[in-house]
């Protein structure tokens, strides 16, 4: 898959590279519509110190409703800072990251009850800042969310690391078939053996370059290759699909077929060893159908089988098979869950009679209805990265 | 659900997500997450809800001085969202606009219920500037901050019409439908692409600036997802008065001269609003007309000026009839019976004849220029999206349609898409939604 949009390399944890990354993803949306007032300078905003020595100082008049802050940090280091219900420890707002001597706006809108900042410094345990007593009742009031830690999402994480290794033999007997019809010079048989094969890793959830190099290997676009499809580095499934759907021959498609069983069989190989970072389970969820939405329901990747919305099929699958993994952490967090889940189940009754359909064969209405569908889910799914973001909390 | 709905204002104001999808089902479950979309500023907006309430329709609308510093942004300005009729109908035209037509994805008739009530939530906090709720940790950010943290409103209206097809049997609609509303009709000189015609509801989105008009859109459309699909799309923009007067089309004519006076309500009540043969639930609504129409511009620079005047009956310098000085003097057809000043077949007297008897034929025309990159043979793709309110869609639009039939500008413009509409009635207030005199 082309265009890898957030990091993301097994065998790599690279946790804090990732982390930042996204982090600064969501900070840059918080930071820019958390504001209320009008004035530019933010005025009327209480600014909250933080470090180590003193969290959560300065919040001097407080009062529910909207609340406008100004998250100082005079320690010398960098860090995230959250503010919290002081009991539960669920969080409201944040701020992440923000960087020594540096302040960044924060606003939420909170009703009665109490309230802390926790500071979460580099190199230091997290620290909760004196807690402040709201008394009222606001109507209008931010959402807040128990923050998931690293350890609570790895769990999820080896599940669905079991889940890809458990799947990865089948996937290698699919992508032999279709290697041995090849080399025969049967390509009738190899155009039918063609979409098990790539439906197999489909399902796996390889979205956006998830898989890494493999995955350019596995399941690569002409996107960006001088050459297009014509292009010495266009490989894989899709490469393969190019020559059955438009008249090559076995000899032109046989090394492609090797080199296909040979990433395959390197995935195979590499990826019980490799550890998962647990930040790309959560963003897989919603990812997997962002994916299938940018280049299956445009055409995009449909270079002659008609296969995309089969494609798209296997896609829900491998969204099931990771929000499932989420959803104990889910049920507590996301109210709109079980709405979630009855718009997966409803995605996949569309789409099942018009899996073996060419896109450009769907009538408008059958189109626009699985546009809704996919579009929807992306939106629904779109929390759940948010929420399952591993945060430190202690 | 609507009762649910209009009960409790709190509950309606503030309550919804932005999430919510269109497809939940049934009235008192709490409706995906728990991400109120805007925080409901109880000052500046509903004053001037208030305000409309008690007005005759007319939007009030409130604007703030302008900064002077030079990089500060543009002045803002709240219309009024709520009242018997919608804003975006009498509203004076701002700069910028979109026509966004759908078709409702919606399963059923809960589905469309639900939509038309995000279609409410999202249209009333956009339209009042308040700024979006900050969502932490729960979600991603509920506005996309391309207005910057205070989404102001920026003099956005947002107007919501249902197509025909809206009234067919998925939602049990069909005897509701708006007497005249259908597909729209085919004319003599049209070169429709029915691909971009039509649809189950429109979309009039208006502002001052085109960012604000995007804005508006995208928020629209991502809480709406499940419910439509977008089907077409024009966006307009209405230039400045060059020199002076009404603003000019993109064959260089004004255009719009002759509109009726919006603040004489008696008159409103003639043309516009829905008259007495309709369903109940449409008093307060109207028939809208939207005809994209493509100017063959340089077919058009070829023409020479006189010619181009005969055709429209008008100046192209100053917009003044050819029997009289200045834009707005009347046309006197009556002392020119032989066209000899204003031909016969120009466009103005053919579309106004100005007697007793085509009095009652003129429409309200509300339309905004469009430039949408080229065509194949290397000229430039643009026009006018024509759009129109009137009370009978028969009488108005395609009686005087008819009649401009093989007139000489035909040569020179292609209607190409569009569609015809019913404006709902207005959202009265802060418990009301679109349409629910309609569903309820």
Redesign the interface.
Known sequence: MPGVRRISVPGVTAATAVLAAFAAV?AG??S???????APTNGGATTINVSVSQCGTGWAHPTVG?QSFRIHNSDTRGGEVFLVDAKSGA????VEPLGAGTTA?????LTGGQYAFRCVMQDADAVTGPTVTLTGTA???????M?VSQQQMIGPTQQYEKYVTRQLPGLATLVDTLRGDIRRGDLSRARTDWLPAHLAYERLGAAYGAFGDADGDINGLPNGLPGGVHDRGFVGFHRIEYGLWHGQSATVLRPLADSLAEAVAGLRKSFPSAQIDPLEVSIRAHEITENALQFELTGQTDFGSGSGLATVRANLDGTRTVLGFLEPLLKTR???LP?LQ??LT?AEHDLDPVRGTPLARLT??QR??I???I??L???L??VA??C?P?RTS | MSDACGANQ?RAT?ER?S?R?A??VGGNE???????RR??LQGAAAAVGGAAVGGLGASAITASAAPAAKDAPPADRVIAFHGPHQAGILTAKPASAAFVAF?L?ARNRSDLTDLLHALTDQARALTSGQ?????????????D?TL???A?AGGLTVTLSLGASAFDGRFGLASHKPKRLRRMDTFVNDNLDR?VCDGDLLLQVCADQPDTVIHALRNLT?AT?????P?WRVDGFNPPPRPDGTPRNLMGFKDGTANPDVKDAALMNRLVWAGSGEPGWAAGGSYHVVRVIRMLVEFWDRVEISEQERMFGRRKDTGAPLTGNAEFDTPSFADDPTGDAIPLDSHIRVANPRTPATDSQRMLRRGFSYDRGVDSNGNLDMGLIFSCYQQDLDRQFVTVQRRLADEPLVDYISPTGGGYFFALPGVRDVTDWYGSGLLA
């Open positions: 969501l949306c918080s820019s519509h958390h504001r209320a007032a009008p909207h969080v409201f707002g944040f706006d924060l606003s939420v809108d109507t209008v009031v931010s959402p807040s969310v923050p996301y109210s709109a709405q009855r718009d409803l408008r209405p626009e209805r546009n809704a569908d579009s929807e992306s939106e629904l779109a929390p948010a929420i973001e945060r | 709190e503030q997500s999430r999808s497809r939940s709490v409706r995906g997450q728990p991400v109120e925080r409901f078709d994805t700024p979006p709720v900050s969502t932490g940790i729960a979600a991603p950010s509920a506005d901050g910057g943290p205070t102001p691909d991502r997802r499940g419910g439509m699909q089907r």
